[in-house]
């Protein structure tokens, strides 16, 4: 049976990018933001008919609009698109200042006059798609909604987001999101229901309000990390601060035969993760070929199970073309991950002993690289935004600060006790790079350049020996781990 979820909530709140990332998530949904209606149906009376305000006013409340305007829609890439009188207009036209403004004049006149031809779209949309609507009002226009989810954040955080996203100052912002908020309540655009759920962003990332959303909506046990950890120590880096040497704590046998039934067993238990990491406490690539393709064929059997696989490497994957295009041509969601100690090549090759420049490599420009940089007396950061101009396939940087474990006596932990910044030292560094600090995280503001104060564990699980384990290698029971999360 095929269900619509409902989304409203304050401006700033983030709605339209929980929309997105709901999409990227669930290709099974329509979208149906009632804009779409509103923005060609503004465009045809304002443009095609040349109407005045008050043309437009009559033309609504007297039951013109329902005698002498024919709404149709398509769907397109998952969203709907409205027709009038069998036009489709193009959204360069539909999506202005000058025609922002004339839809919300509009909308306020329209107000619920137009409610039965939304329902009439979202009951034809139903009988065959789950449907995701972004309104205002949606519960108004269509109440027997199965899900309504209403998006709040602080006043401050959510001026800060505007000013950002117009490029405008902090005073002329707060002035108008002021103004905004008291018409809209007026409205009643701000009312919840007893089976509406909210979700206050103002400290949350997109991912964490994902996470609420899916849980609230999907009855799914959403957790973070899927971490399969391959039993080799192989590797052609030999780094000072190996982490693998330095706890020994996975199992070096990979039982690879029983992966799917550890996947399935997730699957149908309805727990999903954030990613499906694959790892070792060697270097991944380094496996033949075949086992690859087993781990491989597994991620697309059960894609559903996360949002997106990434790839630890200590860069040697970018050199293996078959190994690279075997999980770069998956078809899911993907990054590769490489941690360096210093921008600088031969700095960092010297260090952590290797002998192949993957920056240089074609195929490392091909890839979607999460690039770790360690947080120690061998970084410079002044050229960092350089770097990252000249290695565009680098969409995201995480500033890592290493930790000598429980063995801080090992030749890795009294590496990583000599060479590690201090706290001082790692504050200059986020605030010469302008990073803003939100709860325990660092960001910029396009979100690319990261720190996280600290890391959180307790929701990241592991695939080690063949078995399902948590972080601290115990091995779990996936039906008793339902009940404790649900």
Known sequence: MYKVIAISGKP??????????????????????????????????????????????????????????????????GKVEVAINGKFYENSLLNTPDMNMKTVMVGSIAFDLLNDELRKIIDDLKEK????????????????????????????????????????????????????????????FFEKYAFTKTIDTTYLSKDDVLDLFLKMTEGYVYLNNLTLILGSYACNKHCPYCISKNNFKFAVSDRLDNLDNVLKSLDDSNIRFKRFVLSGNGEPSLYNQKDLEKIAQCLVKYSSLYDLVRVHSSGNIFREKNKFELFNSLGVPLEFEILRVSLDSSLDMSVLGY????????????????????????????????????????????????????????????????????????????????????????????????????????????????????????????????????
């Not at 990018?17 to 923005?39: H, I, N, P, T």
């Not at 063949?466 to 290698?473: L, T």
């Open 355 to 486: 002998d192949f420049n993957y920056l240089e490599s074609d195929l490392f420009n091909k890839g979607n690289i999460k690039c770790d940089i360690a947080l120690t007396d061998y970084l410079k950061c002044d050229g960092l935004f350089s770097f990252l101009d000249e290695y565009p396939s680098i969409k995201k940087v995480r500033f890592k600060k290493l930790l000598s474990g429980d063995n801080s006596m090992t030749p890795q932990g009294r590496w990583v006790l000599t060479h590690s910044l201090s706290d001082g030292d790692i504050l200059k560094i986020l605030n010469d790079l302008d990073l803003k600090k939100k709860e325990n995280i660092y960001q910029s503001c396009d979100g690319k350049i990261l720190y996280k104060i600290s890391g959180d564990y307790e929701n990241d699980y592991v695939i080690n020996n063949g078995e399902f384990k948590n972080y601290q290698d115990e091995v779990c029971n996936i039906k008793v781990l339902k009940r404790k999360m649900g």
């Open 129 to 188: 798609n789950n449907v995701l609507l972004n309104a205002r009002r949606p519960i108004a226009v269509y109440p027997e909604a199965d899900y309504h989810i209403f998006l709040e954040a602080s006043f401050d955080e959510r001026v800060y987001r505007k000013m950002l996203m117009n490029n405008e100052s902090f005073e002329v912002t707060y002035k108008k999101l002021k103004e905004r908020d008291l018409k809209e309540e007026e409205s009643g």
């Open 12 to 77: 700033g709140s983030g709605k339209s990018s929980l929309s997105e990332e709901v999409l990227k998530r669930d290709a099974s949904l329509v979208y149906f933001d009632f804009g779409f209606l509103f923005r060609p149906l503004t465009y045809y009376l304002v443009y095609e008919l040349n109407m005045s305000f008050e043309d437009i006013y009559s033309f609504i409340t007297s039951g013109k609009v329902k005698e002498e305007v024919l709404f149709s829609y398509r769907v397109l890439n």
